[in-house]
């Protein structure tokens, strides 16, 4: 069987169209994008707790020659140790006048839900008219 010159002319020409067409189809339309993934949300995560000041248990305090020198526990009630315990003391006189108000840290780590002893912890100067001795305890 053959095929006359005119008649593969128009094959082949049909043929070109159809390609050239499906073509400029793809060309026109885009394909559809996938759809997004949602955007994360912030997770809030719960405050951590404040920790529970030291307490703070004395033991002999020794003011000879005019320096104050002593022994403590520190005590912690955290599930986590503590370090660098502050310590903010007032002196008072008789009258009960704050004579001096010094501040130390204590620079040992109180392990959790223990106690740590420091003796002979100096204190420094000792008024002469100081009377009485009290601290409270911070962390650092």
Same mark, same amino acid.
């Given at each position: 069987?053959?095929?006359?010159?005119?008649?593969?002319?128009?094959?082949?020409?049909?043929?070109?169209?159809?390609?050239? /067409?499906?073509?400029?189809?793809?060309? !026109?339309? =885009? #394909?559809? &994008?996938? *759809?997004? /993934?949602?955007?994360?949300?912030?997770? !809030?995560? =719960? #405050?951590? &707790?404040? *920790?529970?000041?030291?307490?703070?248990?004395?033991?002999?305090?020794?003011?000879?020659?005019?320096?104050?020198?002593?022994?403590?526990?520190?005590?912690?009630?955290?599930?986590?140790?503590?370090?660098?315990?502050?310590?903010?003391?007032?002196?008072?006189?008789?009258?009960?006048?704050?004579?001096?108000?010094?501040?130390?840290?204590?620079?040992?780590?109180?392990?959790?839900?223990?106690?740590?002893?420091?003796?002979?912890?100096?204190?420094?100067?000792?008024?002469?008219?100081?009377?009485?001795?009290?601290?409270?305890?911070?962390?650092?």
């Amino acid at each position: 069987m053959s095929i006359s010159p005119t008649r593969l002319v128009v094959i082949v020409a049909g043929l070109g169209i159809v390609a050239y /067409a499906a073509k400029q189809g793809s060309e !026109a339309t =885009p #394909p559809t &994008p996938a *759809p997004a /993934a949602p955007a994360a949300q912030p997770v !809030a995560l =719960p #405050p951590e &707790p404040l *920790p529970e000041l030291p307490g703070l248990k004395w033991g002999t305090l020794d003011r000879s020659y005019g320096v104050l020198e002593g022994d403590f526990t520190l005590t912690n009630t955290n599930k986590f140790p503590i370090k660098d315990v502050i310590l903010r003391c007032d002196i008072t006189g008789g009258s009960g006048t704050v004579i001096r108000s010094p501040t130390f840290v204590v620079y040992e780590t109180v392990p959790a839900n223990g106690k740590k002893t420091v003796r002979k912890f100096n204190f420094g100067f000792w008024p002469s008219q100081g009377k009485s001795f009290a601290c409270n305890t911070a962390l650092k």
